[in-house]
């Protein structure tokens, strides 16, 4: 892999930041929402910003070495 750039990490570190928040959201959203669908679906979205963000960070890590 290429080594990253400054601009590179600054951009990761913003959406690392915004996949984090959502992630949060969205786990806010399924503990509070009183319908069940409604609650399941924003746990799968919490889950997916997740992911997003656990393969952001292995990319960032991965860059930093």
Same mark, same amino acid.
């Given at each position: 892999?290429?080594?990253?750039?400054?601009?590179?990490?600054?951009?990761?570190?913003?959406?690392?930041?915004?996949?984090?928040? &959502?992630?949060?959201? &969205?786990?806010?959203?399924?503990?509070?929402?009183?319908?069940? &669908?409604?609650?399941?679906?924003?746990?799968?979205? &919490?889950?997916?910003?997740?992911?997003?963000?656990?393969?952001?960070?292995?990319?960032?890590?991965?860059?930093?070495?």
């Amino acid at each position: 892999m290429t080594e990253l750039t400054a601009k590179d990490l600054d951009v990761l570190v913003h959406v690392l930041t915004g996949e984090e928040m &959502a992630c949060k959201k &969205a786990r806010l959203y399924s503990n509070t929402l009183t319908d069940a &669908a409604l609650a399941q679906e924003m746990e799968r979205i &919490a889950q997916k910003h997740e992911e997003r963000f656990c393969s952001l960070m292995t990319l960032l890590e991965g860059g930093r070495k």
